[in-house]
Structures are given as C-alpha cells and as structure tokens.
C-alpha cells in the first residue's frame, strides 16, 4: 500500500508535530512516499537545495503512484489543494482531516463540498487513528 499523505508546508507548520506522528501512524499500513512533510526541523519555507520545479515533479510523480492519499486540511495550503485535486481527476481514494476545534475557521467548500472526497471532522487526535482504521482497507 503507498499512501501520499499531505500536509501544510509554506501554508504554516503549526502542525508538522501532527503531522509526524498520522505519518508514524499511516506507517503501519503500508509505505508512505511523502514522509517528509512530517519532518519537524522543516523550516515553514521547506528550504531545500532541491528546486521548486523538482519538488513538484517529483511530489506529482507520487501523487500519481499512490493507492491513497491523506490529506491534513486544518491549515490552509496551496500545495495540499494542488494536490488533493490532480489525485482527484486521476481517482484516487482521498481522506481529508479536518479539526474544527476553532469555530471561526471553516474549511473551504472546494474540499468539504466536494462529493469525491471523504472529509472527517475531527475535535481531537484521539478520533484520527479510527477513522484512518477505517478508511484504509486491511
Ligand atoms: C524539503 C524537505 C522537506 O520539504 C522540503 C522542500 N519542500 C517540499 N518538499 C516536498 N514536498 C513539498 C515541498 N513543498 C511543498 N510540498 C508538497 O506540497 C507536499 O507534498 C505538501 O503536501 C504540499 C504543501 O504545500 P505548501 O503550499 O503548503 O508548501
């Protein structure tokens, strides 16, 4: 099982530490090809010597070889809606997780309009490993 999962990298990483331990977590399903979003000495810039453009082919190389996709939508990212629309058009099962502790930020109609996805709202991490149990089939 490849999983690609998607998470905030120039969005903000006020949740990279969540996003290590879903990765940590998803690791036990399978391989999962975007590890390093997950990384927690990435800067909020993803400085990198690797370019832009590799970046992004080699991200949508993956995008194309994944099984899955997990996506982290809480904080707001052009890269993780880039994303989540090419593994879209090409069919991929997609999980979004939403927290919607804050009642003030509501997540974009793109995403929790959209009949494709599944979207989980979420209040606490507990709930995540659950609906990750559920969603990825054994
Ligand atoms: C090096 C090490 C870690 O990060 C880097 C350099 N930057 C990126 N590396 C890999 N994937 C990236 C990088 N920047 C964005 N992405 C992809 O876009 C990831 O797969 C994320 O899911 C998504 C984040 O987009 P932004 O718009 O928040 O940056």
Not at 58 to 81: N, Q, Y
Request: net charge negative; with cysteine; aromatic share 10%.
């Amino acid at each position: 099982m490849k999983i690609y999962f998607a998470g905030s990298i120039r969005g903000g990483r006020d949740d990279g530490e969540l996003y290590g331990r879903i990765i940590s977590f998803l690791k036990k399903y399978g391989t999962v090809l975007s590890e390093h979003v997950g990384d927690p000495n990435l800067s909020l810039y993803g400085e990198t010597k690797t370019s832009d453009v590799d970046i992004y082919e080699r991200d949508v190389a993956w995008v194309e070889e994944c099984d899955m996709m997990i996506a982290e939508v809480t904080t707001p990212s052009l890269g993780v809606g880039y994303e989540i629309g090419r593994a879209e058009a090409l069919g991929k099962p997609i999980l979004c997780l939403f927290r919607n502790e804050n009642s003030e930020r509501r997540l974009s109609a793109m995403i929790s309009g959209n009949k494709n996805l599944k979207v989980f709202a979420y209040q606490t991490e507990d709930e995540i490993k659950d609906v990750l149990e559920r969603f990825i089939p054994a």
